[in-house]
């Protein structure tokens, strides 16, 4: 274990797995017959008062075996992965001390992770000092900050990016609190694991049977009081209860037993249910492993506030159908064809998966926001747009800092820059610089001239500049080759550097639990890398077909989430609808390598960012719905989910199937499926 200071110490038998899979039985079993005490793994069972609601072991079980970790803190106290594994080691010394064998039991994966590995705690928040730093941030640009940690803690500066600005201000945090730098505290206070004889028993009965007896346990709640439990919790204390807001049954009672008002209380953003029976059986409608493809720029008609970005009348999906025959067979059966507007003749009766559309809350129609919103983050403030070219002062700033002249600045489409200002670039080496109707900074170059990592250099520069400083989303690296305006291609090299998500997604909160997520296309631009697991950038979307095909094989559980960004690039912004229709049969042809690939507990999901309809007048992005095609083993088909108010709720369904707290926006439709 490198980096981790190593204890030696006597065994401990640890009992894992999934909610109701029987892992208290077996414990007390395994302690009753072995001389053992149990110490509790469970992020719920550590609150007084929340019995029911956590399934703690009874007056009588503790009567047989003792106990730990039960009824450590308050509900409205925080207690922390580090707090956990702190008071299970003093715990775990003092059983074995006593010569009794340690039996760990519990759900919690952080906890039992903290409890062997150690965690890095470092010294506290500084809530003053995070303002001052985020107002300096917010003033004069993250390189500031980051320009800052390089003087004090040159290693930590070298590894975090310059736009990560939560690790750049917690490392700054550090050296300011302590006179340590974070690089220091790292070699000096590793955290502590101990080398004990580990038994780790992990439960994985049949989905079958953990539904029923998920089912059972549920109800077992609400006749063993859980409501009354929960009022009484509430009526006790004034602030929001997190252990109450995680407690799925709960959150699925009817409004008779807990009227909007109390939910709302405990569970933020969430309205009423119907009354009636709770919901136990759609709860164990989950999914082990989702597969979201995001298709950039398929539209499926003008959102509602089409008209507010001039997109009256847009419709990818249904101008590219009615183009000419379009032969896609599995995406019709998937409900593909059920959602554009303006075309019908690929309409199907009943669509094997579930369908529906997303409508987009964001200030904006770029991809970055896209993102971000099924993420479960909404923009509510625009990023700047520049159609006229960016201003002289952030261009000369730019040429400066680069040495080198520009080219260009001024709005145009990818293939036309190229075709007007190609020759010139391989004769000046001067990078073309231009923009759109969206909130992008791109620079292009010949591979040849000017190499990708260096391009890659100067976009990050230009980052620092436009985004940083004037309000812009992302900046785009735009490799070509060729030798000729009548031959010069884009390369799949190009990359993205947007800003980084402006709170927590849904990626961070898998991330937070545990979750592997793995990237596929620019998923791990978009996102910044944050939580991210793995990622491989594409060269197609064929491409992208085969890394998700790949991923699938390789990522048991979690997310895979992939773009598919040749819809946008290649044929959207070049109103190219014959290429566009081709790239579409493209995809229904690899629909099949995914789906016969997919487990009983997986789901799919097809859907987009924003529209990009090549048949539109202008070459810029759409204000259009997307699709929401569900498919998936558990998915109920022919289920309609009408038009969501929002992309979010794609993010909201996911963290509600993860059992991850409630995102910031989004209404959930798991139940529906």
Known sequence: MDGVAVVA???????????????????????????????????????????????????????????????VVEPDQDFSAADYARRARLAIDDITARGCLPVVAGGTGLYLRALRRGLFVGPSRDPDLRHRLEAMARRHGDARLHRLLARVDPDAAARIEVN?????????????????????????????????????????PPRDALRAAVEARTRAMFEGGLIAEARELLGRFDSELRPLRANDALREAPDDVVPSSGRRALVPGSGGRARGDPGVARLMRRFGRAIVVVCDGLGVGE???????????????????????????????????????????????????????????????DTATGHWEMAGLVTRTAFKVYSGGFPLDAVRMFEERIGRKVLGNKSASGTEILKELGEEHLRTSSPILYTSGDSVFQVAAHEEVIPPDELYRICRIGYEIACLQYGVCRVIARPFVGTTRENFKRTPNRRDFPVPPAGETLLDRLAGAGWPVFGVGKIEDIFTGRGISGAVHTTSDSDGIDQTVKAMEETERGLIFTNLVDFDTLYGHRNDVPGYAANLELLDARIPDVLERMREDDVFILTADHGCDPADVSTD??????????????????????????FADLGATLAQNFELPPLAAGTSFLEEL
């Open 621 to 646: 992005h759409t204000r259009e719905n997307v699709p929401l095609l569900v498919h998936g083993a558990r998915v109920r088909p022919g289920r309609e989910l009408g038009v969501r108010a929002t």
């Open 303 to 365: 959102a509602p506030d089409a008209a507010a970005f001039g997109d009256q009348g847009s419709d990818t999906l249904g101008h590219v159908l009615a183009s000419r025959e379009v032969r896609i067979p599995h995406l019709k059966e998937l409900g593909l064809g059920n959602l554009t507007p303006t075309y019908d003749g690929a309409r199907h009766p009943r669509p094997e998966g579930a369908w529906g559309k997303m409508a987009e809350k964001s200030a904006g129609k």
């Open 9 to 71: 110490a006597p065994p401990v038998v640890a009992i894992v797995g999934p909610t109701a899979s029987g892992k208290s039985a077996l414990a007390l079993a395994v302690a009753r017959e072995r001389g053992g005490e149990i110490v509790s793994c469970d992020s719920l069972q550590v609150y007084r008062g929340l019995d029911v609601g956590s399934a703690k072991a009874t007056a009588d079980e503790r009567a047989m075996v003792p106990h730990h970790l039960l009824d």
């Open 164 to 204: 990560d600005r939560l690790r750049v201000i917690r490392a700054l945090e550090v050296y300011r609190a302590s006179g340590r730098t974070l690089s220091a505290h790292h070699r000096a206070d590793a955290p502590v694991a101990d080398r004990r004889r580990w038994l780790v028993v992990g439960l994985d």
